[in-house]
């Protein structure tokens, strides 16, 4: 049975889908006006291995994420550089991919983007005014009436009163209540607007996700997921616009998960202590599944301390469960009929029950790998008494294959080509070792020459000789 610590009640509770069979999944996306960091990647790497998890249980999984292309940091980056809000966010949308891609994070079923979920905004606000649940001001602004709505607050726990208290007093006339907060927000000039019955302007960031869960899952669906800094007040500020739209008992998200926070050296991450680490960064030391890896050892509601002596930890770690691995690979390969491996076949389904167990316990893959270290070291054992002699028994390793390949299969991993991380070096090696077969071409020394090309070929390397010069690529 699987339970789930559910943000909503503060409790685990055991889960049950709103459909028989079937998984409905909503988890907030980025905002791309910059590569993704380190603490945008957790997230996506967390649900990445729910979905994989859920889906072997035998559910059909459905995945949305959105992208919130309509931004104030969009279009202050875009401003900066003299480009369309457009451009940025196709940019680092790509950029989005290329990180994820390299962490073997499966894409989701639909991407909205805020550009293009404009009428079904619209259609909620026009809701929420005709409910009484919202405003529009005079200036062309439309606020979200905090007040109306009796439920404000369940989520994070506070009560309006209590946020009243704490919030600065901001001076907005047109507001009724400080607390209640923009869903449109009428056009300045230099910014993207669209055209809307409040005239033209562009949506305030909450409702976008409301709008878009709502539109691909429907009324009600299984979980919402996202980082912990935003059950307040984005995700909030979600239930009160989207419960108020919903006629059926069945009402937005049923299981609201959280994921925690991401420090560096035991420090928060900010761009101003300069401790502020990009994906891209990371990989030019580190394969995208060692940070992977990285990210699962660590439960998803737990916080997460990056460092570069943790990443080398779990490169050693991954290595160990790797090794494993291709020793799997061989001996698969190999036939034999003794009677050696029933204790391993036993061993490795005892150690992938407790894996599922584990992820059935919130989705616990820091305790799942650890049953994957376990099966590993037998694996290893049995390798070993093989290479003293035993004979092998293909049927029962074969089971004990299986195990791991399932394990390995939900955290992610193995299914990488072992690329090296590229830091540049291979290129500027390159670049010296044509420089000297250049000269000695130069020299008619062409017995060097000869020499470095044909050892090239046989590392894998072809030389092309082009009008700006020779060019390498991989065989
Ligand atoms: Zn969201």
Known sequence: MLTVYNTMTRKKEEFHPLRAGEVSIYCCGVTP????????????????????????????????????????????????????????????????????????????????????????????????????????????????????????????????????????????????????????????????????????????????????????????????????????????????????????????????????????????????????????????????????????????RSPLDFSDERLREAQTALDRLRKANAVVAELTQREGTADTGAELAAQAETFLRDFDAAMDDDFNTALAISQMFGLAKEINRYHQELERGAAFDAANFGRAADAYHAMAAIIGIFEQEEAPADDGLTDALMDLIIGIRQEARAAKNWAVADKIRDGLKEAGVVLEDTTTGVRWKRA
């Open 33 to 300: 006006y910059n590569d993704p960091h380190i603490g945008n990647a957790r997230p996506f790497v967390t649900w990445d291995v729910i979905r994989r998890f859920l889906a072997r249980k035998g559910f059909a999984v459905r995945y949305i994420q959105n992208f919130t292309d309509v931004d104030d940091k969009i279009i202050g980056a875009a401003n900066r550089e003299g480009v369309t809000w457009k451009e940025i966010s196709d940019r680092y949308i790509a950029a989005y991919f290329k990180a994820m891609d390299a962490l073997n994070v499966r894409r989701a079923d639909v991407f909205p983007r805020v550009s293009e979920t404009m009428e079904d905004i619209l259609r909620m606000i026009e809701t929420l005014i005709a409910r009484g649940y919202a405003y529009a001001t005079a200036a062309g602004d439309v606020y979200y009436r905090v007040e109306a709505f009796s439920r404000y607050g369940c989520l994070s726990g506070r009560s309006l009163e209590d946020m009243e208290a704490g919030a600065r007093v901001e001076v907005n006339e047109t507001k009724e209540n400080p607390m209640d907060f923009a869903l449109w927000k009428a056009a300045k000039p230099g910014e993207p607007s669209w055209k809307s019955p409040w005239g033209k302007g562009r949506p305030g960031w909450h409702i976008e996700c409301s709008a878009m869960s709502v539109k691909y899952l429907g009324d009600a669906f299984d979980f919402h997921g996202g980082g912990s800094d935003l059950i307040f007040p984005h995700h909030e500020n979600e239930i009160a616009q989207a419960e108020p739209c919903i006629d059926g008992d069945e009402k937005f998200a049923r299981y609201w998960l959280h994921n925690g926070f991401i420090t560096i050296d035991n420090e928060k991450m900010s761009k101003s202590k300069n401790n502020f680490f990009t994906v891209k960064d990371i990989l030019k030391e580190f394969p995208g599944e060692v940070i992977r890896f990285f990210i699962l050892q660590t439960h998803y």
